[in-house]
C-alpha cells in the first residue's frame, strides 16, 4: 500500500510510523498478528482496548501484532484499480500473509466493514471459504458476546477479557505451526482456552431452537476474565496517533462495573468491578505522560465516579498536571459521584465540558431502570459545577425504555429547566443540552426480552420532545440517528441468519454505517428481504421461556439473575450495587465464598470486586490545595531549530506536524512557553508549508522555551523523541521577538518516475516562455489569473530531473501545484519533489 500514499487521502492514516509503534524484524518472530478496526484510522486509534492487546503480544519476543485500519472508500477503490492488497500500518505487508488477523467488535453496525476489509484483503469472507494457509480470522469486543450474525466469517471468537486470551491463541498458533496441525486441529485445541469461542463447532438448527454443540464438552463457552488488572499489561507508553478523535492518554483505572443498570450490557457482561492500584495508576500517569507527551489525560472506566479511590487518586495527579497544563477529563460520571475538591482543581486547569446520565426524566422511570440517580442529588450536582465555572452541561437520556409513557418524555423537558435554572445569573453563556438515545434492547441484560420501540415510534418520541422544548431558551434537544438505532436492534440480538443479510447488504454498498452521513437502510431492508427475514421480528419481544440466540456464551450471569431483575424493573425496585450493598447473587464471582458460573477458571484465579478501599476514599483527609500554577508563559530562550522531514514523514500535513513537534518537545522535556488566556496554546511558528507528500532536508520550526537550553542539547533531546523520518539537525538562537526572518528562495530537487523526456520537453517549454498565467481561485472563491513565470528562478536539468530555484518574492504557491501546473498531465505517482535549502534575506527590523 505504501507506494499508493501519494494518491491516497490522507495518507497519513496509513504510514504506520507514529511514535511508539513497534517494529520487530520478521525473520525473528514465529506468529504475525494484525490487529483490524472496522473502522477508519482515527476512529481506531481512540480505542484503548486495541493498544492493551498490542503491548499484550508485542511484549512477547515470538509475536509481532501490527495494525490495520478500514480505508475510506475513495482509497478503496484506489487499492482496487492498482490491484494492490490491503497491509499492515507498520511493515506494510498484506493480511492474507498474516497468521492471524484480529478484529474488534465494539459495536454492531460494523459488521460490513469487516467485510469490506477482508474483501480488500483478497480474503474469502466466510470461514468455510478459507484454506488452511490463510490467516485465522477471530474477533473480540463486547459485540462478540453476541456476534452470530457474524459467526460464519469467524474462524474464532475471545469472548471477555482478551489480554490473556489473545497470546494465549497466538501460542496455540505458534505451536499448530511448529507442529505441523491441520486448521480443524488448530481450532480444537483453542476449544481448551478460556473465553475462546469457535463458532464451526455449534451447529445452527433453525429459528427458535438453540445451537447444537457438535463438540463433548464444549455446550458452554465462558467468557475470558483477568481477575487482577494490577498483574496486567498496560500500554504506558502507547503509540501516538497522527490525529485520533480521542487524542490523549487514556488511563483504564477500573474494568466492571456493579451498579446494576438493566439495561447496560457493558455492566453486565464485565463484572466483576476491578480497580487498579494507586501506586499501579500513578506509574502509569507518570510513565505515561513521560513517554507519550500527550497534554490531556483521561481516567476511564464504566463508572468513573464510583472508582473507590478517586478523590486520592485526583490528588496525587493534579499537581503533576496543572504543572506542565495537562487537562485532566473525567468521562462516565454518575450524579453525585464528583466531589467539590475535585471540581474545583478541574477548573482550574481546563474545563473540558460537562457530562451527566440521569438516563430517564422521571424518577419512575429512573428506578425501573435501577439508575439510583435522584433529582435533587443531580440538580446539587450541577450547582456545583455552575459554581466552579462550567457554562454548560450535557445531560444523557434515553427514550423507548420499558414501561416509558409520554409523562416520562415531559419529565425529560422538566428535568433540564431544573438544570438550566440551578445556574446562577453569572453563567453568561449558559447552555443546557439533552443528547437522547432510543434504547435497544441488549444481550445479558435484564432487558434482553423487551420490545425496541418502531421506527415510526422512535420518530413520534423525537418529535413530541422537539416540540415541547422549542418555546425554551438555552436549553436545547439532540438525538441519535433513529435509522441507526433500528439497525443496531436488528443484530444486537440477531442470530446466524442474519450473516446472509450483512453479506447481501456489503454487496448493495453498505459501509460505515455508525457513521451519520453514510448509513443507508435501503441495503439492510432489502437484503432482509432477500433472505426471506422479518425486521420486526428481531426487534420484537423475546419469549423469556425460549432460547436466545447467545445462551451457548457464559457472561457468568445465571438466567435467574436476569429474570429477577427484569421482575424487579417491572416493579419499580431499586438493586443496591453489590461492592457496598448486598450480594445479589449474580453468578460471576467468587464472593463470600460463592461458587462462580465460570467453571473453567474459578480453580485458578480469585474472581471477586477488587477495590482500593472499601467505600469511597477511606485514606483520611484530603491533603489541602492551592490553584497556584506555575508561570507557563514566561519566556528564557528562542530557537530555530532545522530539521528534515523525509520518507513516511513527508506524508504528515502541517497541522499534525505541529502535534508532533508539540509532543517531542514534552517528552523531551523542554518546557514551550505558552500563551495566556483561557486556552493557552504553546508558542511554535512553522515556515511556510510544506505539501503533503514532498520531503524535504531543510525544514525549520521557531520555539520559545521557558528554560534557556545550549543549541545542541536541545538537538539532542528532541532527536531522540521524533518518530521516523523527522530527524533534528541543528538549532540556532533567536532574538526574543516574535517576528523572524522568512526564505524568500527555496532549491528543490524534481526526480521524474516516468515519461523523463516529456517531462523536460514541458519544463524547458515553461522556461522559455516569458509568462504562463493559470486561473486560480481566492479564499473567497473568485477566480484569478496568476503568472507562474516570476516564481521559478532557475530550472536546471540533472541525470533523473531537474534543481528548481523557487523564488516567493512576489508571491507563494504550493511547490507541487505549480509543478503539476507546469506538467500539466502528470499526476502524483510521475514525480516526486525534496526541498534542500532554503534561502534567506534580512527582513527590514527583523533578524535573519
Not at 452 to 477: G, M, N, T, V
Not at 545 to 559: A, C, F, I, N
Request: charged letters at 30%.
Amino acid at each position: 500500500m505504501k507506494e499508493l500514499l501519494p494518491i491516497l487521502p490522507r495518507p497519513s492514516r496509513y504510514i504506520g510510523s507514529e511514535w511508539g509503534a513497534v517494529f520487530k524484524d520478521p525473520s525473528t518472530v514465529t506468529v504475525r498478528c494484525a490487529l483490524a478496526f472496522p473502522d477508519m484510522y482515527e476512529v481506531g486509534m481512540s480505542y484503548l482496548g486495541q493498544k492493551i492487546l498490542s503491548e499484550a503480544l508485542n511484549a512477547h519476543p515470538n509475536f509481532w501484532a501490527e495494525r490495520v485500519f478500514t480505508p475510506d472508500e475513495e482509497a478503496g477503490n484506489i487499492l482496487r484499480e492498482h490491484d494492490v492488497p490491503l497491509a499492515t500500518l507498520e511493515s506494510d505487508t498484506p493480511l492474507a500473509d498474516m497468521d492471524v488477523v484480529g478484529f474488534s467488535l465494539t459495536h454492531e453496525l460494523c459488521y460490513t466493514n469487516i467485510l469490506y476489509m477482508l474483501d480488500l484483503a483478497g480474503i474469502p469472507l466466510r470461514s468455510a471459504d478459507r484454506e488452511a494457509s490463510l490467516p485465522l480470522i477471530v474477533a473480540g469486543g463486547g459485540a462478540a458476546f453476541n456476534a452470530e450474525p457474524v459467526a460464519p466469517f469467524f474462524d474464532a471468537m475471545v469472548i471477555g477479557d482478551g489480554e490473556e486470551a489473545m497470546v494465549e491463541l497466538l501460542a496455540a498458533v505458534e505451536r499448530a505451526k511448529d507442529g505441523g496441525l491441520s486448521k480443524r486441529e488448530l481450532l480444537e485445541s483453542l476449544t481448551e482456552i478460556p473465553g475462546l469461542y469457535v463458532p464451526s463447532f455449534f451447529e445452527d438448527e433453525g429459528p427458535g431452537k438453540p445451537l447444537k454443540a457438535l463438540k463433548d464438552g464444549y455446550e458452554i463457552v465462558e467468557k475470558a476474565v483477568v481477575d487482577d488488572l494490577d498483574r496486567a499489561p498496560f500500554p504506558k507508553g502507547q503509540v501516538i496517533p497522527f490525529g485520533a478523535i480521542h487524542d490523549r492518554l487514556t488511563m483504564e483505572i477500573a474494568r466492571g462495573c456493579t451498579r446494576g443498570c438493566r439495561f447496560c450490557q457493558a455492566g453486565m457482561i464485565y463484572r466483576p468491578v476491578r480497580e487498579r492500584s494507586l501506586d499501579g495508576l500513578g506509574s502509569i500517569l507518570t510513565n505515561g505522560l513521560a513517554e507519550t507527551g500527550y497534554e490531556e489525560t483521561s481516567m476511564l472506566s464504566l463508572s468513573t465516579g464510583d472508582f473507590s479511590g478517586l478523590d486520592s487518586l485526583f490528588t496525587r495527579s493534579f499537581d503533576q498536571c496543572a504543572a506542565e497544563q495537562i487537562s485532566i477529563s473525567l468521562p462516565s460520571l454518575r450524579v453525585g459521584s464528583l466531589s467539590a475538591p475535585i471540581m474545583e482543581r478541574i477548573s482550574s486547569i481546563r474545563r473540558t465540558g460537562a457530562t451527566i446520565a440521569p438516563e430517564a426524566g422521571s424518577q419512575r422511570l429512573r428506578d425501573v431502570i435501577n439508575k439510583g440517580v435522584d433529582e435533587a442529588g443531580l440538580i446539587e450536582h450541577v450547582r456545583l459545577l455552575f459554581e466552579n465555572g462550567w457554562q454548560g452541561v450535557k445531560l444523557y437520556f434515553m427514550i423507548g425504555l420499558p414501561t416509558e409513557t409520554d409523562e416520562d418524555l415531559d419529565a425529560i423537558l422538566d428535568l433540564c429547566l431544573k438544570v438550566r435554572d440551578a445556574a446562577g445569573r453569572h453563567i453568561k453563556r449558559l447552555q443546557v443540552t439533552a443528547a437522547v438515545s432510543p434504547f435497544v434492547p441488549k444481550p445479558h441484560t435484564p432487558f434482553q426480552w423487551e420490545p425496541q420501540i418502531p421506527l415510526d415510534e422512535i420518530y413520534r418520541r423525537i418529535d413530541h420532545l422537539r416540540a415541547i422544548f422549542r418555546p425554551h431558551k438555552r436549553i436545547s434537544i439532540k438525538y441519535h440517528e433513529p435509522e441507526m438505532t433500528s439497525l443496531e436492534g436488528v443484530f444486537s440480538r440477531g442470530d446466524r441468519r442474519l450473516a446472509e443479510v450483512v453479506e447481501r447488504a456489503y454487496a448493495k454498498g453498505a459501509l460505515f454505517s455508525s457513521w451519520k452521513d453514510h448509513l443507508r437502510l435501503a441495503p439492510y431492508r432489502e437484503a432482509m428481504d432477500e433472505a426471506g427475514l422479518d425486521w420486526d421480528e428481531y426487534t420484537g419481544r423475546r419469549n423469556p421461556e425460549g432460547p436466545l440466540p447467545w445462551d451457548h456464551l457464559s457472561s457468568g450471569l445465571t438466567k435467574r439473575f436476569l429474570l429477577k431483575e427484569r421482575e424487579r424493573a417491572l416493579a419499580g425496585k431499586i438493586t443496591d450495587d453489590c461492592r457496598y450493598g448486598a450480594c445479589r447473587n449474580c453468578g460471576v464471582c467468587q464472593f463470600d465464598g460463592r461458587t462462580s458460573t465460570l467453571k473453567g477458571q474459578a480453580e485458578d484465579k480469585d474472581i471477586r470486586p477488587r477495590l482500593v478501599f472499601p467505600q469511597r476514599d477511606q485514606e483520611g483527609e484530603q491533603p489541602p490545595y492551592t490553584v497556584e500554577k506555575p508561570d507557563l508563559t514566561g519566556k528564557a530562550a528562542h530557537y530555530r531549530v532545522w530539521f528534515e522531514k523525509t520518507g513516511p514523514a513527508a506524508f504528515l500535513s502541517q497541522l499534525e506536524l505541529q502535534a508532533v513537534f508539540e509532543r517531542a518537545f514534552r517528552r523531551a522535556r523542554l518546557p514551550m512557553a505558552f500563551s495566556a488566556g483561557f486556552h493557552p496554546m504553546p508558542r511554535l511558528s512553522f515556515g511556510k508549508a510544506l505539501p503533503v507528500g514532498v520531503e524535504s532536508l531543510s525544514e525549520w520550526i521557531n520555539v520559545f522555551l521557558r528554560e534557556d537550553f545550549g543549541p545542541d542539547e536541545v538537538v539532542e533531546r528532541l532527536g531522540r523523541n521524533m518518530p521516523k523520518g523527522l530527524t533534528p539537525l541543528r538549532a540556532e538562537r533567536l532574538s526574543m521577538g516574535r517576528k523572524q526572518a522568512q526564505a524568500v528562495e527555496e532549491i528543490y530537487e524534481l526526480r521524474f518516475a516516468r515519461d523523463a523526456e516529456r517531462r523536460r520537453a514541458q519544463w524547458r517549454a515553461f522556461m522559455a516562455s516569458e509568462s504562463h498565467f493559470i486561473e486560480k481561485k481566492t479564499k473567497k472563491g473568485k477566480l484569478r489569473q496568476v503568472d507562474l513565470r516570476p516564481m521559478i528562478r532557475e530550472a536546471i536539468e540533472t541525470d533523473d530531473g531537474l534543481t528548481l530555484v523557487l523564488d516567493w518574492r512576489e508571491q507563494y504557491m504550493s511547490p507541487l501545484a505549480l509543478c503539476t501546473a507546469i506538467m500539466e498531465d502528470a499526476g502524483l505517482l510521475d514525480f516526486n519533489l525534496t526541498k534542500t535549502e532554503q534561502r534567506f534575506e534580512p527582513e527590514p527590523g527583523g533578524d535573519a
